[in-house]
């Protein structure tokens, strides 16, 4: 446990921060979690349906540094990528 008090705040932020990171874990998770089936069960509207939204959350993941620029711009490659496949 940090003793002085310039520590005692920084644990606190720490925490907030570690907070919403996860939340943004998880919900970036699920949602690729939830178009990954849709493409396993080949429903190409489904899944274009829900590619902004995996789009928009890779975007907010890596504006708030969650995810690398490049990793967030290399899985939206991959997952349009197996969008088009499906035809």
Same mark, same amino acid.
């Given at each position: 446990m940090p003793q002085r008090r310039t520590a005692i705040k920084d644990l606190r932020t720490n925490r907030t921060k570690h907070m919403q990171n996860l939340?943004?874990?998880?919900? &970036?998770?699920?949602?690729?979690?939830?178009?990954?089936?849709?493409?396993? /069960? !080949?429903?190409?509207?489904e899944a274009q349906s829900l590619l902004p939204v995996l789009y928009k959350k890779l975007d907010k993941a890596s504006?708030?540094?969650? &995810?690398?620029d490049n990793t967030a711009s290399r899985?939206?490659?991959?997952? /349009? !990528?197996?969008?088009q496949n499906l035809s």
């Open positions: 939340n943004i874990k998880t919900e &970036l998770r699920k949602t690729i979690k939830k178009f990954l089936t849709s493409v396993e /069960s !080949k429903n190409k509207t504006k708030r540094k969650v &995810l690398h899985r939206k490659a991959r997952f /349009s !990528k197996l969008v």
